[in-house]
């Protein structure tokens, strides 16, 4: 399993940007899929999309065009640039791991929090 930990959230305007850093450890990451998922306060955590190794993209509904995950393979990165912020996408921010393009996610970070006010 790699280990996981996000960095990059904090408190941004509804309209404006972040880009949420995920790294890895192990030398193994570029066979890994990699996913973001998000928890707002009392309510479930929310799939965000998820990058495959050869970098194939999908982005959930809530978010697409306005979020873009990419891979640095080379830094053992995920980012999840993430534009037009809206107050509804306020939530812990996730990133996951799994070596099967499906299955359970087997590793996750801590969580970093992003805030988006009115």
């Known amino acids: 399993q790699v280990q996981l930990v996000e960095s990059g959230g904090g408190l941004v305007q509804a309209g404006g940007s972040l880009r949420l850093s995920c790294q890895a450890s192990?030398?193994?990451?570029?066979?890994?899929?990699m996913g973001w998922f998000r928890q707002a306060p009392g309510k479930e955590r929310e799939f965000v999309g998820r990058?495959?190794?050869?970098?194939?993209?999908y982005h959930a509904d809530p978010v697409k065009g306005r979020f873009t995950i990419s891979r640095d393979n080379a830094k053992n990165t995920v980012y999840l640039q993430m534009n037009s912020l809206k107050t509804e996408d306020t939530a812990v921010y996730y990133c996951?791991?799994?070596?099967?393009?499906?299955?359970?996610?087997?590793?996750w970070g801590q969580g970093t929090q992003v805030t988006v006010s009115s």
């Open positions: 996951a791991a799994r070596r099967s393009e499906y299955g359970p996610w087997e590793s």
């Open positions: 192990g030398r193994t990451f570029s066979n890994y899929v």
């Open positions: 990058i495959l190794s050869g970098g194939t993209t």
